[in-house]
């Protein structure tokens, strides 16, 4: 599929799935003296759908009603170059009408009701709450859906929350192995993970990795902290759909903990600075390279989030000082964990 002015940019994040996080660093957390509750719930994809022709009054209209959203829609998301209104107008008016974006709008409608997006609304906003009861604040005013033609899976800008859902058609979808995405990524693109994904999302928004020490363990723990911290907000969650991994693939994991803890010893992988070297541990893919048959990949992940909530039960430590500490080796260590 060939789409009208987007650019394929597909970043393999190295999390739990193939997501993209737009986070605008100018204040992660919004106005935090604002009101704490949610304000907007904006369904931007219909709303972008719905004019038979779209207007400069269009442009003007969406701009003030949408300052949040609109321009970081048009820039960033579907990369359309800043113009006066009436330019934006007939870009806007040819992207709606591209053949392949109808194709993909038809479909997101297909498998997503308004009702299914409210729905999706409140369980984000279940997790909201339980950030708040954590962590005491609630930065996020704004929930959107929209549609970014295969751009962008789930935003954080400031005080938004965005969810791209033609990231999330199902499984069986033609459209993502027609662009080149691998069945492993894919695989995981059903609304079932979208509440996750929001979840990861806004945690790399706010604690970046690049601020993390640059060796094995610090990776580890990072994306252990990642899974517990969701497991946390929405404690129903299933395994599964936390980890994206299969019954089949936990049950790997689980029983080959103690394999896999002898095998970054002996390797003295812990301590390792050499990405090189240790990142077919922690990255995304179809397997883990040099591990037996029926390893799922991201292991090293799986194995952080052992060590986390190991560390969590052993210790009178609350959510927020979990997160805010930055010593891996103090977590493993006080984790007591052996598998």
């Not at 394929?8 to 986070?23: K, P």
């Not at 308004?114 to 009861?133: G, M, P, R, T, V």
């Not at 497991?231 to 299969?246: E, R």
């Not at 969590?312 to 891996?328: F, G, H, Y």
Request: hydrophobic letters at 40%; aromatic letters at 16%.
């Amino acid at each position: 599929m060939k789409f009208f002015t987007v650019r394929h940019l597909f970043y393999f994040l190295l999390s739990t799935v193939l997501m993209v996080v737009f986070s605008c660093q100018n204040d992660p957390h919004g106005d935090k003296h604002a009101a704490e509750a949610i304000t907007t719930h904006l369904k931007f994809d219909e709303v972008l759908f719905s004019a038979d022709s779209i207007s400069p009054q269009h442009v003007v209209q969406w701009e003030q009603h949408y300052p949040y959203f609109f321009n970081l829609f048009v820039n960033r998301i579907i990369h359309l170059l800043p113009t006066d209104s009436a330019a934006l107008a007939l870009n806007l008016q040819k992207f709606v009408g591209d053949k392949d974006v109808k194709d993909i709008h038809a479909r997101v409608e297909k498998v997503f009701s308004s009702a299914d997006k409210d729905k999706l609304f409140s369980e984000i906003e279940f997790f909201l709450s339980n950030y708040k009861n954590e962590l005491g604040t609630q930065p996020v005013k704004h929930l959107v859906t929209f549609l970014s033609a295969f751009n962008y899976a789930v935003i954080t800008a400031d005080s938004t929350i965005g969810i791209g859902l033609d990231m999330y058609l199902g499984s069986d979808c033609e459209f993502y192995p027609s662009i080149g995405i691998p069945q492993y990524a894919y695989q995981r693109f059903s609304k079932d993970y979208i509440l996750s994904d929001v979840i990861k999302g806004w945690y790399q928004s706010e604690h970046d990795i690049d601020a993390e020490k640059n060796d094995f363990l610090s990776r580890m723990i990072y994306y252990g902290k990642q899974l517990y911290f969701t497991s946390v907000m929405v404690p129903q969650m299933q395994d599964s759909i936390l980890t994206g991994y299969s019954k089949k693939q936990l049950e790997w994991c689980n029983n080959n903990s103690k394999q896999m803890w002898a095998f970054f010893i002996e390797n003295k992988l812990f301590y390792s600075t050499r990405e090189m070297e240790y990142m077919k541990y922690i990255a995304d893919g179809h397997a883990t390279q040099g591990f037996p048959e029926g390893a799922p990949s991201r292991t090293a992940q799986w194995l952080g989030w052992k060590i986390v909530s190991a560390y969590m039960k052993n210790n009178s430590v609350k959510l927020k000082e979990l997160l805010a500490e930055k010593d891996a080796q103090k977590i493993l260590e006080k984790s007591g964990y052996k598998p």
